[in-house]
């Protein structure tokens, strides 16, 4: 290399890795303001960051800042060095892991948001950015000053808000979570083409687990996610009661190492792309996506999870995102500091979210439609609420009216007990409380119980496999669906515990019977 020679460029999609062997690199943030300087790679060092593990884009600028010599990698070699390297891939991982980490800290990322935090969309856009681990710069118009000249320049309106700038060079107004991934290249190194020898439907814990065990044992392996890596578990602030981690782990950073520990061993995730329909009759199985585009698979793992219900509440739909929300991280917790909030669930993940939020808020009410606590939430959990003086458990009472304009501004809640209604001023509502499957898209393909949860192995009786003709001589497998080959994992199972550990072990145990499966196909298997 030449003193100034351009290594790589914002926006290059097959980004690679430069072992500086004589001289240095910089590795140089690139805006409309010019050049910022973020790090110097010197001889003996190696660039490269979390995105040679995704495959997604480059967004920052390399160049020679003396005559010298490199070794380039692309990102396939470095997967490989990972996969083969111990105790190499130790030390990459943690610097690309860091390196993302602080691109993040420091805003150096490819896109910018300019938002509200009273708009649910600039909060959808924001959780969506943060939980994918995509460094962005955030601008609040509320708080900011001279921003007026900006929107101007871009031509942005308030009917347009929330808008992200992608690159320096792409506006777009209020867009779905799926605009933002195809802009910023969240996908462009996944072969849609490909038969898969197992495609996973969800990347929660179940999915994330199935991943990491498929492909560190060489099958061929695609991730669909309709959001981001974590599912349910990402609305936990704090996990506890997971083997290993005495100390606790928030449910993204849990899902954070998985991800990228799946991506290591060369699973491929398409992000902000929903599962539409598994057609019944087609082997090898094609699942289709948004668009219509289909995805060929010898094996699926639907890993798809549970949603939390939703109240039947006058103007729910209305406050999504403006006062009622389905998971208490970090980000809710610095929209509601310091005011009074409900938090309406009984479960471990409404335990931990009072919890979590009654560091910050002034009071968190705890609304049960039970008796109590002790049948749906862990000791620990019940003895933590019990605790706290800011936190107020209201058994049998239940949400009956919201009200606000624009924004969530006051709530009421009645007690079955004695009949009592109260109404308070309260603008954040965090709903955790029951569970409904996400099986809509296999539209009755496979057998499920009177709750929509999919059936599996021994739950799946002489009647259910009849009627959706079940062709085999061998019964199904443990973790099987009434479709050969197909396998229901964590919270979309019918009779799963609901359980973070319960959820990882479902995930790695399909993987053992895909090996099965793929056997039965007279597919060759790759030696592991």
């Known amino acids: 290399m030449r003193r100034d020679e351009t290594l790589m460029e914002p926006g290059d999609q097959h980004p690679s890795c430069f072992v500086v062997v004589r001289g240095s690199v910089e590795i140089l943030r690139v805006a409309n303001d010019g050049e910022t300087l973020v790090q110097v790679i010197r001889a003996g060092q190696f660039t ?3 995105n040679l593990l995704t495959g997604r884009a480059a967004f920052v600028r390399i160049r020679a800042s003396d005559d010298g010599d490199v070794v380039v990698l692309d990102r396939d070699q470095v997967l490989r060095v990972l996969q083969l390297e111990s105790e190499i891939s130790q030390i990459v991982m943690r610097a690309f ?6 691109l993040i ?3 150096y990322g490819d896109a910018v948001l300019l938002g509200s935090t009273h708009c649910a969309g600039t909060l959808r856009l924001r959780e969506f950015l943060t939980r ?3 460094p962005f710069v955030y601008i609040d118009l509320d708080t900011q000053q001279d921003v007026q000249a900006l929107l101007d320049s871009l031509g942005i309106t308030p009917a347009d808000i929330p808008v992200v700038v992608s ?4 506006v777009l107004r209020n867009p779905t979570n799926e605009e933002v991934a195809d802009s910023l290249g969240f996908n462009i190194a996944v072969d849609l083409g490909a038969i898969r020898d197992v495609v996973i439907v969800g990347a929660g814990p179940a999915g994330l687990a199935a991943a990491v065990y498929a492909a560190s044992e060489g099958l061929d392996t695609l991730v669909i996610e309709p959001a981001a890596a974590g599912g349910q578990a990402v609305a936990s602030s704090r996990i506890e009661n997971y083997l290993g981690f005495p100390n606790g782990i928030t449910g993204q950073e849990l899902a954070a190492r998985a991800f990228a520990q799946a991506q290591k061993f060369g699973a491929d995730f398409l992000i902000a792309k929903q599962a539409t329909k598994l057609p019944c009759e087609r082997r090898p199985y094609s699942i289709e996506i948004d668009g219509g585009r289909r995805i060929s698979a010898r094996a699926v793992i639907i890993a798809t999870g549970a949603k939390y219900r939703k109240p039947d509440l006058p103007r729910l739909a209305e406050f999504e995102g403006a006062g009622i929300y389905y998971g208490a991280t970090a980000m809710e917790a610095q929209l509601c500091a310091g005011e009074e909030v409900v938090v309406i669930g009984g479960g471990n993940s409404a335990g931990q979210a009072a919890v979590f939020l009654a560091a910050t808020c002034r009071h968190v009410h705890v609304l049960v439609r039970a008796e109590g606590l002790a049948e749906s939430m862990s000791r620990y959990l019940v003895r933590r609420l019990e605790a706290t003086p800011t936190i107020s458990l209201r058994t049998r009472t239940e949400l009956i009216a919201l009200e606000g304009n624009g924004h969530l501004e006051h709530v009421t809640w009645r007690d079955a007990a004695t009949g009592a209604v109260e109404r308070r001023d309260v603008r954040h509502v965090f709903v955790m409380a029951g569970a409904l499957p996400a099986t809509d898209w296999l539209d009755g393909c496979t057998a499920t119980d009177d709750k929509g949860f999919v059936k599996t192995g021994g739950d799946l009786g002489p009647a259910d496999l009849a009627e959706r ?5 061998r019964s199904p497998h443990s973790l099987e669906t009434s479709l050969p080959g197909v396998f229901a994992v964590g919270d979309v ?4 515990m609901k359980r973070v550990a319960s959820a990882v072990g479902e995930g790695a145990a399909a993987v053992a019977l895909v090996h099965r499966i793929l056997r039965e196909q007279g597919v060759v298997e790759p030696q592991h």
């Open 97 to 102: 892991i860091l390196r993302r980490v602080e």
């Open 167 to 170: 690159g320096g060079k792409v």
């Open 105 to 107: 800290a420091r805003g």
């Open 132 to 134: 994918n681990g995509h």
């Open 493 to 496: 199972r019918s009779g799963s």
């Open 48 to 50: 490269g960051e979390a």
């Open 469 to 473: 003709q079940w062709p085999l001589a």
